[in-house]
């Protein structure tokens, strides 16, 4: 179970890797979430955990299901995978029909309501990996809309980086983020929180296995 959390002025982000039985067939899903102020975390139904499956990273190239792909990190992420053509297979999945026009309204963007489950059927029919982002409107000063790729990422663990000046971060690096978990074993089973050092302090991030490695708490 994933429990809530208490409010927050900053944002944090967990990765949870969970196995789930999903259109009778066990699916390895990476689950992704943003949590911003004091916006809960959903409780989630219990799941199956398979030892047997194989790491992800030895699958290419993966359909992955975007949710939350109409929101402003879920676009930069759905637009990230379809440029790795060669690695990724991507679907989104937003709630309106105007959502899915914003991100191009292409055939791989599935309308539908997790309220509703046999109106997102076909989205996760087939699919090897699942991004969930859900989100809130942060305050100045979490979610940053600048270039990604140009700052040193930090992961933290139990809010430890609310007693940190380093609570911000940008969007597209939590986009990467999202993605380069889908590779590494690393990060498997693992929560983190995660922000980014001020943009020319420190080295910007290109080793995403060493930075999994820093990560030591399990959900």
Do not use: W
């Amino acid at each position: 179970m994933c429990p809530s959390r208490h409010s927050l002025s900053h944002i944090y982000i967990e990765f949870l890797f969970l196995l789930v039985k999903t259109l009778s067939r066990n699916i390895y899903f990476p689950f992704f979430y943003i949590s911003l102020l004091s916006v809960p975390i959903s409780t989630h139904s219990q799941y199956q955990l398979d030892s047997t499956v194989a790491s992800m990273a030895d699958l290419s190239p993966r359909t992955v299901l975007v949710t939350g792909s109409g929101g402003r990190t879920g676009q930069i992420v759905y637009k990230k995978l379809k440029e790795r053509q060669n690695q990724y297979v991507t679907r989104g999945l937003v709630r309106t029909e105007e959502s899915k026009q914003k991100i191009g309204g292409a055939n791989d963007v599935f309308v539908g309501d997790i309220r509703d489950a046999e109106s997102i059927t076909p989205a996760f029919q087939g699919i090897d990996a699942l991004i969930i982002l859900t989100s809130a409107v942060p305050q100045p000063g979490g979610l940053l809309d600048k270039e990604g790729g140009i700052r040193e990422l930090i992961v933290g663990k139990d809010d430890e980086l609310l007693q940190t000046e380093t609570k911000t971060i940008p969007r597209a690096d939590v986009a990467e983020v999202c993605i380069q978990a889908l590779n590494f074993e690393e990060v498997q089973f693992k929560a983190f929180d995660l922000a980014s050092k001020p943009e020319g302090v420190g080295t910007p991030t290109k080793d995403f296995k060493a930075l999994f490695s820093n990560i030591t708490a399990r959900f």
